[in-house]
């Protein structure tokens, strides 16, 4: 359920430091994480499914929040797909890391009472592999592994606030939110069910060819 510890509570900002989150859809993240979640990345940007939404508690409904996203490597690997064993195995050490980012949740910032008051959904947010990227996607190496990570932020009104920025945020990490970059999907479990399981894939499922 509620992920309530994030990183370090401890010496947190009363603002932050009750925060919890409670990941939305947690079965179907459990399920694409049982089969090795894959996750598409292209030169234009592509949306993850299932998409990355989050309840929120222990806000204080009259702060100013921002909330964010951004992805880790799980590793120092680079990956290949064994299509016999249906397995994915280690290639290699890693290409040097893509440009960090972060993804802004659109409706930032935003009162602790709004945030509270629905499903938080990060829908707009796109994966690409093109490092030369200028729409602000998430730039991934594609055959790697990424660890998303959310993060509240507490808009600190005091002049010197960088001061305490340290103090003034909460993150957190679901582990069963894990995936593999891929520019294909490798694994034919993981396209059955995100065909079964996306509404956006309807028109597979009719046997339609159009998306």
Request: with cysteine; aromatic share 12%.
């Amino acid at each position: 359920g509620w992920a309530g510890e994030g990183t370090g509570a401890s010496g947190k900002n009363q603002r932050v430091c009750h925060a919890a989150a409670r990941l939305e859809m947690g079965s179907l993240w459990e399920e694409f994480n049982r089969l090795g979640t894959e996750m598409i990345v292209t030169k234009a940007g592509r949306r993850m499914f299932p998409t990355f939404q989050v309840k929120l508690s222990g806000l204080d409904p009259l702060a100013d929040y921002v909330l964010l996203m951004d992805f880790i490597p799980l590793d120092d690997k680079r990956y290949r797909y064994a299509f016999h064993s249906s397995s994915w195995l280690a290639a290699g050490r890693a290409e040097p890391a893509a440009p960090g980012r972060v993804h802004f949740h659109p409706d930032s910032p935003a009162k602790g009472a709004q945030w509270m008051r629905q499903i938080v959904s990060f829908d707009k947010l796109k994966l690409t592999n093109n490092l030369l990227d200028d729409n602000g996607h998430i730039i991934l190496n594609s055959m790697h592994r990424y660890q998303p990570r959310f993060h509240v932020v507490f808009v600190d009104p005091r002049r010197d606030s960088e001061h305490f920025a340290h103090q003034n945020f909460k993150s957190f990490s679901f582990p069963e939110t894990q995936f593999m970059a891929v520019t294909a999907y490798q694994n034919h479990r993981i396209t059955q069910l995100k065909i079964a399981s996306n509404p956006f894939a309807k028109g597979f499922r009719d046997g339609d060819p159009e998306p």
